[in-house]
């Protein structure tokens, strides 16, 4: 996970996959908290995952009969809008399996 004390200007990749392997971590405490084992949790939250990351890559909203896309989009600690530096254009949905996986095995991408 970006490391807030030393890394002061993330990109929005990073910050992307920072925010699916929180999501991840916090569907799994639930999942576990109910009584659900950690190897029957992590296909569920796999597959919560992704859909999320495909809602945000490709889903659109009807309200209204008008079409919105979701954007993410992130805030720093004192509330300025903080989408870091966009080097170069990517799925978040590519990154959804792995940050599932960091959230299980504990290891930094």
Request: hydrophobic content about 40%; glycine content about 6%; overall charge negative.
């Amino acid at each position: 996970m970006v490391d807030w004390k030393t890394d002061t200007k993330p990109d929005y990749e990073h910050l992307c996959m920072a925010f699916l392997e929180t999501y991840a971590l916090d569907l799994k405490k639930a999942l576990v908290e109910n009584g659900m084992s950690e190897k029957k949790a992590e296909p569920f939250i796999e597959t919560a995952v992704f859909c999320l990351a495909m809602i945000f890559d490709q889903g659109r909203i009807r309200l209204s009969e008008k079409p919105f896309k979701p954007v993410l989009g992130f805030r720093d600690q004192v509330g300025q809008i903080d989408n870091g530096p966009r080097v170069k254009k990517f799925d978040l949905h590519d990154y959804a399996i792995g940050m599932v996986s960091s959230a299980f095995d504990g290891n930094d991408w």
